[in-house]
């Protein structure tokens, strides 16, 4: 069966230090995988989707960035935080030929300080 | 672009019926989905509609009229584990990702 796993599960960062959240999916191969932010009480922002390795599209321009070395990997970064980075970030993956059902990882909840 | 209007809250009693509407606009339809997200969690399919009519899924039914591009999620017998958000989405034009609603907060009271 197919996993997703996202770490850390928490993080309290201060304002101006780099971001680096991981994603992996376990289980299946060549996955879409996506970053979502939701802010507190809010909807979900998508932030970037890869359909394949290296393969990036930003859907909300700003100060974070999006890679994915590996098939299964996916990784968001950022070289300065701001306030407004605060929120809890999600991954999530769907096979190729189904985008509608997306299985989300666990979460990361970040708090810039 | 596509954008998804949803209420934002639904407050209900157990064991009631609750009906959670979503309308959108898109640049081509591929289909409408629903998710629920628990306080604190992250979200969870629940059901995806392509064609129009109603999916029924044990207590929960999803509806779409294409024509409309209308759709809403259908609670029965509602108890306390159902409080939680609830979101549309639908597929970006490209077909390659997701864009969600901003949520609805369905509050269920004893």
């Known amino acids: 069966s197919q996993t997703i796993h996202q770490w850390p599960a928490t993080l309290v960062q201060p304002v101006g230090s780099p971001l680096s959240l991981e994603c992996t999916v376990e289980?299946?191969?060549?996955?879409?995988l996506y970053w979502y932010r939701q802010a507190a009480g809010r909807g979900l922002q998508l932030l970037f989707y890869s359909v394949g390795i290296g393969q990036i599209s930003s859907e909300v321009p700003q100060n974070l960035s999006a890679s994915r070395p590996q098939d299964r990997q996916f990784i968001l970064s950022s070289k300065k935080l701001l306030l407004s980075d605060s929120g809890f970030y999600l991954c999530?993956?769907?096979?190729?030929?189904?985008?509608?059902?997306?299985?989300f990882g666990p979460g990361t909840r970040l708090t810039v300080l | 672009g596509q954008s998804l209007e949803q209420p934002s809250e639904v407050t209900a009693v157990e064991g009631a019926i609750v009906q959670i509407n979503c309308t959108y606009q898109?640049?081509?339809?591929?289909?409408l989905s629903w998710y629920q997200q628990h306080d604190g969690g992250a979200p969870t399919f629940l059901s995806y509609?392509?064609?129009?009519g109603l999916e029924e899924t044990g207590r929960f039914s999803s509806f779409l009229s294409r024509s409309d591009s209308y759709g809403y999620l259908l609670l029965q017998e509602l108890q306390m584990k159902d409080s939680a958000s609830y979101f549309c989405a639908v597929c970006n034009q490209a077909g390659t990702a997701l864009i969600f609603g901003k949520g609805t907060t369905l509050s269920v009271s004893s």
């Open positions: 999530a993956w769907t096979s190729g030929v189904s985008t509608d059902t997306q299985y």
């Open positions: 898109t640049s081509g339809f591929y289909g």
């Open positions: 509609n392509a064609l129009d």
């Open positions: 289980g299946t191969s060549n996955p879409n």
